[in-house]
């Protein structure tokens, strides 16, 4: 007799186990078993389900690397125990949480979804119960023995999207999250049909959990009229070891010598710093042009395509699990994860 397929939920909060506070009229997180209440039709799934709840369940945008590394102590307990894992999360910092595990967790086998809802799980119309329902499908299918997903995902509005090449674009739309530079990894609807060409292959080696991050990281976005002071009191955060940088188009930033001397400043004291673009979709072409040729010759690493989220979460891991700069560098540029790609534009 074949063994039921096996899910973890974990219940984090966010807005799909929220509900309306009698008082204030603000929502506030609920238990999961008020959400349970809500979506009966679990109850009819052929899959065994077990809930691991926060003990304090929080909003996503009071999500901490703690939290992450807290996920990653949790799935690794529980890792041989089930076919796959559902994180059930806030959407605002979702793919800041997703790319952060997908760097964590090393030679993941198994699918670890996060999913949410744009809309609380108790109102009429909300978006909850088909991305919780779908997103634990998803999570337990296998082909040949083996899981059909092997990486960290978002699943919302019919689209399963590689985490760390996601973005939330849409504060109002139910298809809050895009993938704008590589394609869903599967899509949601009379039937599951997966793109297989994109997706990632179960790894042959074993499954390590890394739950070491380093904080001291932060983000500058270039913006017309920025002041030197403001640039150098960004760069002289007192232990601030790596910036991203945001640019425009493709990996652009003035050419002002101000500018150019306090990142090169700022490099040969040891600051590594990545250039990102603001576009949320396409790549920096660090080079290309006279505005980005600057950067390229003070030694800013190009970020190629990967999004703020992902260059965040891969640099706070870096930082904590290599032994010196050049070897933070070195992995940097080249795609651990699948998070970025790797241009030749010449």
């Not at 739950?211 to 002071?229: C, H, Q, S, Y």
Request: charged letters at 20%; one cysteine or more.
């Amino acid at each position: 007799m074949n063994k039921r397929p096996s899910a973890l939920i974990i219940y984090t909060g966010g807005t799909i186990g929220m509900v309306k506070d009698l008082v204030s009229g603000s929502l506030k997180p609920v238990n999961f078993e008020r959400l349970q209440a809500n979506i009966p039709e679990i109850s009819r799934l052929d899959i065994d389900l077990d809930i691991y709840t926060f003990e304090n369940t929080i909003d996503s945008s009071n999500v901490l690397p703690d939290h992450w590394i807290r996920l990653v102590e949790v799935i690794e307990k529980n890792y041989n125990r089930y076919d796959g894992f559902v994180i059930l999360h806030g959407s605002d910092t979702m793919a800041y949480s997703a790319s952060a595990l997908s760097f964590m967790i090393e030679n993941l086998s198994k699918p670890i979804i996060f999913t949410g809802s744009q809309l609380p799980i108790g109102v009429l119309r909300t978006d909850a119960r088909e991305n919780f329902i779908t997103a634990l499908e998803m999570a337990v299918l296998k082909e040949f023995g083996e899981s059909k997903v092997s990486e960290v995902c978002i699943y919302f509005e019919y689209h399963l999207l590689k985490g760390n090449r996601t973005i939330k674009y849409s504060s109002s739309h139910f298809n809050a999250f895009s993938s704008p530079n590589y394609p869903p990894l599967a899509e949601a609807g009379v039937n599951i049909r997966f793109n297989d060409p994109v997706l990632r292959r179960v790894p042959k080696g074993q499954t390590l959990f890394h739950k070491n991050l380093d904080r001291n990281v932060g983000i500058l976005k270039v913006f017309p009229g920025m002041t030197e002071a403001y640039v150098r009191s960004i760069l002289q955060i007192p232990d601030l070891k790596a910036l991203v940088l945001e640019t425009f188009g493709s990996g652009n930033a003035p050419t002002e010598d101000w500018f150019i001397a306090a990142l090169s400043e700022a490099i040969s004291k040891g600051l590594i710093i990545v250039n990102v673009t603001q576009c949320q979709s396409g790549a920096v072409l660090q080079g290309k042009y006279k505005t980005s040729s600057d950067l390229q010759s003070i030694g800013v690493l190009s970020g190629q395509d990967i999004t703020t989220e992902a260059a965040l979460a891969k640099l706070m891991y870096l930082i904590a699990n290599c032994s010196d700069r050049e070897t933070i560098c070195r992995n940097f540029i080249i795609p651990l994860r699948e998070e970025m790609t790797l241009f030749d534009w010449n």
